[in-house]
């Protein structure tokens, strides 16, 4: 599977597809065009959706808190996330877990409805979706 990126505005919300192998370059990639989009439309709603063929590993996950910090990834955002791939769902989820400790307001779903819901209409039980 080729790794595809797209980042659109949809009025409510950003938009963000990805799907392929997983790494720090394309979620660099990513998450650069995400953070342009939500300050051009001024909108910090963000609902992702991942097709992920190969995860991306721990030392990229924990990269993360220092893409997101650099990016100004605040508690500004809210980020919903589908994994579509259940294999890689627990990997998603450790990634959430450690944007969460230190503040970073997003869920990872397996559901495109349940993250809609979360991202729109507030606190979504956490023991409906785990």
């Known amino acids: 599977m080729k790794n595809e990126i797209s980042v659109t505005f949809e009025g409510r919300y950003v938009l963000a597809f990805s799907n392929g192998e997983k790494n720090i370059e394309l979620s660099t990639k990513l998450w650069t065009e995400i953070v342009s989009e939500c300050k051009k439309h001024d909108c910090f709603n963000i609902l992702g959706i991942a097709?992920?063929?190969?995860p991306i590993n721990t030392t990229g996950a924990i990269d993360?808190?220092?893409?997101?910090?650099?990016?100004?990834?605040?508690?500004?955002y809210r980020i919903a996330w589908v994994e579509l791939n259940p294999e890689y769902y627990h990997t998603a989820s450790f990634v959430e877990t450690i944007l969460s400790s230190y503040g970073v307001n997003c869920r990872v779903f397996m559901d495109l409805k349940d993250a809609r819901k979360w991202l729109f209409y507030g606190n979504y039980p956490l023991d409906q979706q785990r």
Do not use: C, I, P, R
């Open 51 to 54: 097709d992920t063929s190969a």
């Open 64 to 76: 993360h808190v220092e893409l997101f910090q650099k990016l100004g990834l605040t508690t500004h």
